[in-house]
């Protein structure tokens, strides 16, 4: 996809929140080789001397407890004896690490005023000191890092929730945990949550993950910031007006941005719009190969003459890509295969939906009918929820989960159209974003990267400057 040199591209309206560019002057690369090669071995050796003296005391928090013991809180001496200590360790890593001081603004609410503090955006491992200010308030993990040296045994004295994020029960019972502790009216200590659940560049909020907020309880937003300018910057909190409030005290923008898949997206309309196309990428792949124009056409003529004839099937291995593609090296058929799914074979329909409008090879309306025709598995000239679902994902190039509100303005009475979702597609307020972004040609949508746009604290961008 082209760059633009702010960090937009032409997809965007916001700065990317999951790539970060750094530049170093001359005079502070050597200032930071120097320096590193003295404090970097003193910094590490330091923390992973407090790590181990913290690793058995962790696990002695719980040594010699029953199961039914350690699923409720950890009071009396066990509490008393050893959080302190704990507490004390973990500064002292921090500390090694070059956090000397911590400035706290404001008061901490305490655990009856708000149960759970929300900190955010997260942006590396280093958020983490804000446990000390927060005297080791309960967090959620990944069950997965409970295997790992010393973090396991700091997980279990934090007596942290865990979810995987690959068992659907997992995440129901985590949920279920949380709403117990949340609404045990101080039974359970305070927890800190993440809610943007994934890390980011600090240069804009994105969306929040709803675990914080699905007990209804009052949270607290917590602004984390890191004053040197080199370090991915961290800053705030909340929901709705408190998100707002939030971001402008930073004088960040707030973005729509989650991570789907691991694949950054932005929401709209509940459609989960990729920050980096796919198609945009495929193209400047295939042109990098030696492929123009001609080629390109020749290429989509031969994926949709493949998929039409129904006999083959649209699902091909990377090796039949490249034949298709025409493309000499396989290894560029395998890296289209993974811009579309996750292993080395791709659904020819995605390629072609989402590349072809970008050449200008082909109109809207005309491609929206080989659509319809390819995704109507039924037939009658009417598509379910799935099926949209199904031709939106190969649209867009991104799997899309929330389909429900682009399906209700697109049907009349459980009836979806040709017609009517072409004219949701150019015409509606919100879904025209479809068309504009991810649905014209390269010259078009090109045009989109020089435009002003507006963030959700009102802060107008262009590609070359910000003001208020």
Known sequence: MERID????????????????????????????????????????????????????ARLRLAGLSEEERSKPVEGWRRWFYHPIIWLMSRAVFFSLGFYWVKVKGRRANLKEAPVLVVAPHSSFLDMLVLCPAQLATVVSRSENTSLPVIGALLEFNQSVLVSRKDPESRKKAVAQLNERLTSDGYWPQMLMFPEGTTTNGSALIKF?????????????????????????????????????????????????????GVPVSKVGGLSLPLESPARETLTLLHKNGLGAHEVQAALDRMIDRCRSGAQGAKVSAEELASILGLSHQQTAVHICGLYSKDDSVDLRHIYFSVAPLTGC?????????????????????????????????????????????YAATSDQNRLTEESLLRVLTAHPTFQKVTKEYLQPEEAAGTLSNRRSVNNNGSVYNNSKKSE
């Open 6 to 57: 702010d960090g937009y591209s032409a997809t965007q309206e916001y700065p990317h929140p999951f790539i970060h560019k750094m530049k170093l002057t001359r005079a502070q690369r050597i200032r930071g080789f120097i320096l590193g090669s003295i404090l970097f071995p003193i910094r590490v050796t330091l923390a992973v001397l407090f790590f181990l003296i913290m690793w058995p005391i």
């Open 362 to 406: 082909v109109d809207l309306k005309t491609l929206l009918h080989s659509a319809f025709t390819l995704f109507n598995r039924e037939g009658g000239g009417s598509l379910s929820e799935r099926e949209l679902s199904d031709l939106m994902e190969a649209l867009v190039g991104v799997p899309q989960h929330r389909i429900a509100d682009l």
């Open 209 to 261: 993950k709803p675990g914080a907020f699905l007990a209804g309880v009052p949270v607290q937003p917590v602004l984390l910031h890191y004053p040197n300018k080199l370090v991915s910057n961290t800053m705030g909190v909340l929901l709705v007006t408190l998100f707002l409030l939030c971001v402008r005290a930073l004088g960040v923008p707030a973005t729509d941005h989650v991570m789907e898949g």
